[in-house]
Nanobody
Framework: QVQLVESGGGLVQRGGSLNVSCAASGRTFSPNAMGWFRQAAGKEREFVAVINWIGGSTYYADAVKGRFTISRDNAKNTLYLQMKSLKPEDTAAYYC???????????????WGQGTQVTVSS
């Protein structure tokens, strides 16, 4: 019913910046939360950031706080993640997700994109 498509991933040098986006489509789209998660090779998917779609409150993982900024454009049904001061450990496939609850748990999200790869070179 709802499709999420990430874009904007790529290769960036350590200390650089990169922005990724997630476009949502569907007959109806009214999530309570949209979030970003990432999964590095050989590791489990981890929480990055989440935003309350209505109120706009945000929560960040400690590893990215102060470097990443999550935002959304409700009119465009688009989620953004601005990343700066990137580190090699940020290298992962980045996924956007939408769900009913503002939470950091992957299992609570109903819809997922296919991911966009972000690679940070040293």
């Amino acid at each position: 019913q709802v499709q999420l498509v990430e874009s904007g991933g790529g290769l960036v040098q350590r200390g650089g910046s990169l922005n990724v986006s997630c476009a949502a489509s569907g007959r109806t789209f009214s999530p309570n939360a949209m979030g970003w998660f990432r999964q590095a090779a050989g590791k489990e998917r981890e929480f990055v950031a989440v935003i309350n779609w209505i109120g706009g409150s945000t929560y960040y993982a400690d590893a990215v706080k102060g470097r990443f900024t999550i935002s959304r454009d409700n009119a465009k049904n688009t989620l953004y993640l601005q990343m700066k001061s990137l580190k090699p450990e940020d290298t992962a496939a980045y996924y956007c997700a939408a769900g009913r609850r503002v939470t950091q748990r992957t299992m609570d999200y109903e819809y997922w994109g296919q991911g966009t790869q972000v690679t940070v070179s040293s």
